[in-house]
């Protein structure tokens, strides 16, 4: 359980990202099932900083947070066929820190690495480097098989 500090602390940081409006087109578009990319990023912030918190991880909160909550900040919809979506896997981690560092001029190394490498092994040459990164790519991959999984049970 986050204590009330914890909770002040994530709610913070994520009303700091909200400051830029742009963030807030990641709910024109879904990620996996009816969930959007905005709320598949929320929740995957959330469950990383939950996570760090309560296994007393030694991380950059903050960046922890805010890397989370732009991994998928690319802007697009991957569902339309065309042939730049064809590879999406393996190139919207750039997509999404080319938008984080236009919108967002203090992306750190910490947030850098976290966003292009999430997707990892599938971009096997971008390697998580720091523990936010690795737990960013667990915690995505996890919550992505929840949302498809809830899609086919839906479906
Ligand atoms: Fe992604
Ligand atoms: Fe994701």
Not at 123 to 131: A, D, E, S, Y
């Amino acid at each position: 359980m986050l204590s009330f500090e914890d909770k002040k602390l994530f709610i913070k940081e994520i009303k700091k990202i909200e400051k830029v409006e742009e963030v807030f087109e990641m709910k024109n578009y879904i990620q996996h099932g009816n969930t959007s990319t905005f709320d598949h990023c929320l929740l995957v912030s959330y469950f990383c900083f939950r996570i760090a918190k309560e296994k007393n991880m030694k991380v950059d909160y903050s960046s922890l947070i805010r890397g989370a909550f732009l991994h998928d900040f690319y802007l697009y919809d991957w569902h339309e066929k065309s042939i730049t979506h064809r590879f999406h896997g393996f190139f919207h981690p750039a997509a999404s820190l080319k938008n984080a560092k236009t919108y967002f001029k203090d992306i750190n190394l910490i947030e850098e690495n976290m966003i292009l490498s999430h997707m990892w092994p599938l971009t096997f040459r971008k390697i998580p480097k720091c523990r936010e990164a690795f737990l960013l790519c667990f915690v995505d991959k996890y919550l992505s098989l929840l949302e498809t999984l809830r899609l086919n049970k839906n479906s």
